[in-house]
Every structure is written in structure tokens, then in C-alpha cells.
């Protein structure tokens, strides 16, 4: 990574991407990659060069963002949110010039710009109340809103991501997480296919599973804005008189704390059926299935109680092989650990304790596996199931490997990407 470098513009053939760059000295220097992948933004220049058209409009607010530093100290282990007929407020204790970030949503109108600090300091608190003071601010910005999504995540050897591909509203804070888990998805894959490891098809994959979750959080978070900042007269009093009450029930359940939280650390995502989630044969009839995120559940390795997602938290493939430890053909497991070496790691789970497997005692996690009778479960790098079946026959197993990862270890790189599991809360 290079802070301060630009791109200019660049040309895609059949065999790469030719850009030139310029560097913060002012050099201009050309540059040739096998891929390109657009993380620059709503503004994105890889985009606007690839010709994908970004589809949507603007919102008629805007966020005014500022640091400051408040007379009344808060909790700052908490993000606070005042709701009033005018508007939103939000502030926390993640200022990078002061120690409070404020985020106010209001009307928006262009060419306004932050405004006076007589401004912000009225704003935040008219909206709270009176409760946040700010004696000074170090920093403000005022950005507009978009709700727009491409047309499509990949144009030949060129990829979108991020903001580059989806932007939106603030509501439910989901712009992170998105990106995010765009760079978990297509990271492990490019780094695969630029190796020779897999095949093209699998970069495919990519816009087939990610754009889906991109428009489903568009929808999610439009809706939410509209309540936030739906400005008709009921609606306003509604608001008002109806957050306050509706807080303290969300947060006194159990089971809407779980779902919230679900829903902003997008534990809900799964990805379709396809070549990169696999249902084999015999089925599974319980369990996470393919294209959903293995859940995190109890473990013991070597006797140490632990959580399922760390116990396979390696950057590789990861085979949970469930059942006892003598139903597994040793040989053709050494014959696949040969031809795939680092590129699958494999683990055994079942009841009985053991010093070189993962251990379940009270049976509690294989049944949430459904893998009572035997199980094989392929987990990807990104933490998603990308291959599960029933029983203890590895041919099915084997024909997926084959083709997903046909290049085997001849080709293979020394490791894949870190990436992220599970949810990324903002």
C-alpha cells in the first residue's frame, strides 16, 4: 500500500491492467497488475473508466460530521443517539481531532458547507436537549448522501468494492461492514486465481454472492432513514414522542438485543448456491448450510475449552471432519493433505477426548452441526460454508475440491489473506 498515490487512468487486456499512477513526488510511473480492484469510493475513478454505470440518486439530507470536546463527560463506552423532531444526533467517543465525533443528519443544500461553529454547537444542543454542550470543535465536514449501487461488481479483469461499488445511508451504521466483507470475499479468490490455483469461474462468484447483500442493505438502510428523517408533520411527533419508549423494550429482550445485533454485525448474510457453496450428497438435514457462516460454537482443544471459529481461524481452507476419529480413511486424508498442503487445513471433532482433536463432550455442538451420524464441512477462508455433506465418503468431497482448486498444490500459494469472521460491528 502506497499512501498519497493516485491513479489516473489505465487500459484492461486479456492478460492484465496497465495504470498509470501518479506518485505523491509528482513522478508519473505505469504499472501492470494481473487485476484491478476499485476501492476509491462514491467518486470512483476505476469505475467511471470501466464504464459500470452506478445506479441510484440523492438523498435530501446530508451528514454534518464533527470532534469536539463536550462539558458534560458521557459514558464513552456507548454511542449516543438523541432523536427529536428536527433531526438525529449521534456522538461518540471515536473523534480522531478531539475526543467526541458527532454526527448530526439534517436537510441538506448544496453548496453549504460545515458552517461556523456557532452552528454545530447549536445543533447538538437543540437536538439533545441540552445535554451535549460543546465548548469547542476541533474538526467538521458536512457530506451529502447517496443511495446507489453498480450495475455490476467486475468488468473483466477489473473488480468494485466498497463504496466504489454500493453507497448509502448512514442508518444502522452498514457502510464498514459492507466494505468489509467485500474485501473478505473477493481477497481469498483473487489470491487463488492470480496464483493459478483456481480457476477464472470462481472470480465470478464475487458480484453473484456480494452484490445481493449490497442491494438487500441498500433497502434495509433506506427504510430506516426514512424513519429517521421523514420530515411530514405525524412522523416528526412520532418520532419523537415513540424512540425514547421503543429503546429501553429493544434493549430489555434477550432475543431483539440478539437480532439487532445480527442485523448490524450482518450475521445474517449466506450467499447463494453455486460453484462456491456446495450442498453434497447424502445431505445434511440440519446445520448451517452451504453459503451460510459456520457458527461459533464450544469446543475443547486438548482439553482446553475454546470457540469453534479461533479453532479454525488459520488462512486456508478449513475440513471439519465431524464423527469418531477411526471412521476417517487415514490414507486418502494424507493423499489429500499431499495435494493440497497448506491451502486445506484439516480438524476432526467428536466426543471423545483427544490431544490432537477438537472435542464436543456433551454433543451439544455436533447436533447444531447436524452431524450426529458424520459430517464433513468445507469451510472457506472467509468463514462461510462452501461444501457440506453427510457421512464419512470424502469422493464428493473430493470431486468439489478438484474443482474449485484445480491447480492443487503445484501451483499454491505460501498463504491466503487474513480475513475476516463474523461480523465487523460499528
Known amino acids: 500500500m502506497e499512501w498519497g498515490a493516485e491513479l489516473l487512468s489505465y487500459r484492461a487486456d486479456q492478460a492484465g491492467v496497465s495504470g498509470t499512477v501518479r506518485r505523491p513526488d509528482g513522478r508519473m510511473e505505469?504499472?501492470?497488475?494481473?487485476?484491478?480492484?476499485?476501492c476509491d469510493g462514491a467518486g470512483s475513478t476505476v469505475r467511471r473508466h470501466a464504464g459500470v454505470a452506478f445506479k441510484g440518486g440523492a438523498y435530501r439530507r446530508s451528514v454534518l460530521l464533527a470532534d469536539v470536546d463536550i462539558d458534560e463527560e458521557l459514558p464513552s463506552d456507548a454511542a449516543h443517539v438523541f432523536v427529536g423532531p428536527d433531526g438525529v444526533l449521534v456522538i461518540f467517543a471515536a473523534g480522531e481531532h478531539a475526543r467526541w465525533r458527532l454526527l448530526l443528519v439534517e436537510e441538506h443544500r448544496p453548496g453549504r458547507t460545515a458552517g461556523p461553529e456557532a452552528e454545530v454547537r447549536a445543533a447538538a444542543e437543540g437536538l439533545s436537549a441540552g445535554r451535549v454542550r460543546?465548548?469547542?470543535v476541533a474538526w467538521k465536514a458536512r457530506i451529502p448522501l447517496q443511495h446507489r449501487l453498480a450495475a455490476t461488481f467486475r468488468s473483466g479483469r477489473v473488480f468494485l468494492a466498497g463504496d466504489a461499488a454500493h453507497v448509502h445511508s448512514p442508518a444502522g451504521a452498514q457502510g464498514m461492514n459492507t466494505g468489509i466483507q467485500d474485501a473478505s470475499n473477493l481477497g481469498w479468490k483473487l489470491a487463488l486465481a492470480a496464483q493459478g490455483v483456481a480457476s477464472e469461474a470462481l472470480l465470478d462468484t464475487y458480484g453473484a454472492e456480494r452484490r445481493p447483500v449490497a442491494r438487500a442493505v441498500l433497502a434495509l438502510t433506506h427504510l430506516a432513514f426514512w424513519v429517521e428523517t421523514a420530515d411530514s408533520f405525524p412522523i416528526r411527533r412520532a418520532r419523537a414522542a415513540l424512540a425514547p419508549l421503543a429503546v429501553p423494550v429493544a434493549l430489555r429482550y434477550a432475543w431483539?438485543?440478539?437480532l439487532g445485533f445480527r442485523i448490524a454485525g450482518q450475521l445474517w448474510v449466506r450467499y447463494p448456491r453455486g460453484p462456491?457453496?456446495?450442498?453434497?450428497?447424502?445431505?445434511?438435514r440440519r446445520g448451517p448450510a452451504a453459503g451460510r457462516r459456520l457458527p461459533d460454537l464450544p469446543v475443547r482443544a486438548g482439553?482446553?475449552?475454546?470457540?469453534?471459529?479461533?479453532?479454525?481461524?488459520?488462512p486456508a481452507f478449513q475440513?471439519?471432519?465431524?464423527g469418531p476419529q477411526g471412521a476417517w480413511q487415514q490414507q486418502r486424508l494424507a493423499r489429500l493433505q499431499a495435494?493440497?498442503?497448506?491451502?486445506?487445513?484439516?480438524?476432526?471433532?467428536?466426543t471423545e477426548p483427544s490431544?490432537?482433536?477438537?472435542?464436543?463432550?456433551?454433543?451439544?455442538t455436533l447436533a447444531r452441526l447436524g452431524a450426529r451420524n458424520g459430517a464433513q464441512y468445507l469451510v472457506r477462508p472467509d468463514g462461510h460454508v462452501g461444501y457440506r455433506c453427510a457421512g464419512f465418503d470424502l469422493d464428493g468431497l473430493e470431486r468439489h475440491l478438484a474443482r474449485s482448486l484445480p491447480g492443487g498444490s503445484g501451483h499454491q500459494p505460501t498463504t491466503l489473506p487474513v480475513v475476516t469472521r463474523g461480523g465487523t460491528a460499528q
Not at 462456491?276 to 445434511?284: D, F, I, T
Not at 475440513?319 to 465431524?322: E, F, K, P
Open 355 to 364: 490431544a490432537t482433536a477438537l472435542c464436543d463432550p456433551g454433543g451439544g
Open 276 to 284: 462456491a457453496a456446495v450442498e453434497g450428497l447424502p445431505r445434511l
Open 339 to 350: 495435494r493440497y498442503g497448506r491451502l486445506v487445513a484439516v480438524h476432526r471433532l467428536g
Open 303 to 314: 482439553g482446553v475449552p475454546c470457540r469453534l471459529q479461533h479453532a479454525l481461524a488459520t
Open 256 to 258: 431483539l438485543r440478539t
Open 134 to 136: 460543546a465548548h469547542q
Open 319 to 322: 475440513l471439519l471432519l465431524c
Open 30 to 38: 505505469l504499472v501492470r497488475a494481473r487485476y484491478l480492484v476499485g
